[in-house]
């Protein structure tokens, strides 16, 4: 047996055989530094995958930050500590004014598990609107309303799944897509109220990342957001995915597209790698729950977190990672855009800012098979990508935020040459 075989052996005996693995032959990587790996064999790939480590693979600053903490103090949030109010304020200060208040949390699941639960003691309504092809998290609860992933769990009674449409796939004009999409938002809506469950919230990622990181039609947005507040429902904002910057021109997604957000619900590359979630929200939900229920978490918002998520934003605010996601995925839009339209079995570019992805298609459907090609090719050049969508045919790009000008060329010209094969 092979040294990964072995280790798959292993792994199996102990993890099970479920837990999901990329690629056709694994990777075991041992070592990680900014954007690259180093496997068992000494062998060096580019990460052009992965979110969590948002500052670059075992950074410097944020090592120094955990391990100073770590040898001084680590303590929960009931006893007093003013590195962790230090943070809040920090964070808080990157939101509109109205979001003004923190709950901290480990996982994106967590995070929102507690905005659910604070939106349904808001509204005392239950039902919830997802898009028909998203994943919010693994909780009993999320898995109700998870479309993207199988699950024992069906889609609960008390949510409805929305349909996202996508602008470059749409033979329609806007107006027509829009009011289309709308008239169907209304009537999930009405399903809600007729059934008795209400509304009580809205959860989307702003990105629709999961969806294949569609093209909206323009109102799309703002008239699914105006509608779920007028049926008394909150807007959750899920910025696990397009936040911290990751879009390059808004620190979070949902200001990018105008969403007007009651709960924000933050996760992986809060903490790069470090577990880390939070859910922002306004003074008035934070002591309308707050005051109903004594919400406390053992190992959230402890000093060597705060100290984490700290580093991460001065690391951020430093190397001014943000403009730089905006000037490199400027150029890798304009080349991904170039690769549209070069070859036929890609239907469109995809993405904005450090986000990315090109949606193949032949003869008008959707072509998985091709993409799967392709990450299985670029893993041969090692570059890590992945892919993503309803159908999985859609690549994802999403490399961590200090991959820059030095790297691009590295991704592209495999990228180019993996299309080439095809």
């Known amino acids: 047996m092979t040294i990964t075989e072995k280790l798959i052996a292993r792994r199996n005996r102990t993890l099970g055989s479920h837990s999901p693995l990329f690629y056709n032959e694994p990777l075991q990587f041992v070592s990680a530094k900014g954007v690259w790996f180093t496997d068992v064999h000494g062998d060096r790939y580019l990460d052009g995958y992965n979110n969590v480590p948002h500052v670059g693979h075992c950074n410097e600053r944020v090592l120094r930050a955990l391990a100073d903490q770590a040898s001084t103090l680590n303590v929960h949030t009931r006893y007093l500590n003013d590195r962790v109010i230090d943070y809040a304020e920090q964070l808080l200060a990157t939101f509109d004014d109205h979001l003004n208040r923190v709950f901290f949390t480990n996982s994106g699941s967590e995070a929102n598990e507690l905005a659910l639960r604070i939106a349904r003691q808001h509204t005392r309504s239950k039902g919830v609107i997802v898009s028909d092809f998203s994943y919010h998290g693994n909780t009993s609860s999320l898995a109700e309303l998870t479309t993207a992933l199988d699950t024992q769990e069906s889609l609960a009674d008390h949510a409805r799944a929305f349909h996202v449409p996508d602008m470059d796939l749409e033979t329609r004009d806007e107006a027509a897509v829009l009011a289309t999409a709308?008239?169907?938002?209304?009537?999930?809506?009405?399903?809600?109220?007729?059934?008795?469950?209400?509304?009580?919230?809205?959860?989307?990622?702003?990105?629709?990342?999961?969806?294949?990181?569609?093209?909206?039609?323009?109102?799309?947005?703002?008239?699914?957001?105006?509608?779920?507040?007028?049926?008394?429902?909150?807007?959750?904002?899920?910025?696990?995915?397009?936040?911290?910057?990751?879009?390059?021109?808004?620190?979070?997604?949902?200001?990018?597209?105008?969403?007007?957000?009651?709960?924000?619900?933050?996760?992986?590359?809060?903490?790069?790698?470090?577990?880390?979630?939070?859910?922002?929200?306004?003074?008035a939900l934070l002591e309308e729950f707050g005051s109903a229920n004594m919400f406390f978490n053992t190992f959230a918002g402890n000093p060597v977190s705060a100290a984490v998520g700290e580093a991460v934003l001065r690391e951020m605010a430093d190397r001014d990672l943000m403009e730089q996601a905006r000037v490199i995925g400027a150029s890798a839009s304009t080349a991904f855009n170039e690769f549209a339209a070069r070859y036929d079995f890609i239907r469109s570019a995809k993405g904005v800012g450090t986000f990315l992805g090109l949606d193949f298609g032949v003869d008008g459907a959707p072509a998985p098979a091709l993409a799967k090609r392709v990450v299985e090719s670029m893993k041969a050049r090692k570059v890590l990508i992945s892919r993503v969508g309803p159908h999985d045919n859609v690549l994802k790009v999403r490399p961590p935020l200090t991959f820059s000008s030095k790297e691009l060329p590295i991704l592209l010209d495999a990228l180019q040459a993996s299309l080439d094969e095809i």
């Open 182 to 283: 709308l008239t169907e938002f209304d009537a999930l809506i009405t399903s809600l109220v007729d059934s008795g469950h209400g509304v009580s919230a809205c959860l989307f990622d702003s990105l629709f990342s999961s969806e294949g990181m569609p093209r909206l039609p323009e109102g799309l947005i703002s008239g699914v957001i105006d509608r779920i507040h007028a049926a008394g429902g909150l807007v959750i904002a899920d910025e696990v995915q397009s936040g911290f910057g990751r879009t390059g021109t808004h620190m979070w997604g949902y200001q990018r597209v105008g969403m007007v957000a009651d709960l924000v619900t933050l996760g992986k590359p809060m903490g790069n790698g470090h577990p880390m979630a939070a859910v922002v929200t306004s003074e």
